[in-house]
């Protein structure tokens, strides 16, 4: 019973707390691929519209990377090529997942 009452403070403050509203799709990034960038966990780092923990797609973008450097920077990152951020973990993308993100990525303006 005290080991219940020890927990009831933890769990009113858990419940007080709301899940976060799911985000709005960008309509600036086709559907397909904003269901891929949701799938891979992309879209839990990076947006079009601000910083987040890493680099917003624009910034990405503004790199002009090649479609296959992007696709090598997602499996093995290179931290000193984005300096202030956090760095990266490797990601494994299926290769044709990932080649439809990255021509997105390389032709984005």
């Known amino acids: 019973m005290a080991k219940v009452l020890a927990l009831l403070p933890l769990l009113l403050i858990l419940a007080a707390f ?3 509203p799911r985000p709005v799709a960008d309509p600036t990034i086709p559907a397909d691929i904003q269901a891929l960038l949701d799938k891979y966990g992309c879209a839990a780092c990076h947006n079009m519209e601000r910083k987040l923990v890493g680099p917003k797609w624009t910034e990405i973008a503004a790199k002009k990377y090649s479609a296959k450097r992007i696709a090598q920077l997602v499996e093995k990152p290179e931290p000193a090529n984005w300096p202030g951020y956090i760095p990266m973990a490797a990601q ?3 290769k044709a997942d990932m080649d439809k993100i990255a021509k997105w990525l390389a032709n984005l303006k």
């Open 18 to 20: 709301k899940p976060a």
């Open 92 to 94: 494994k993308v299926p």
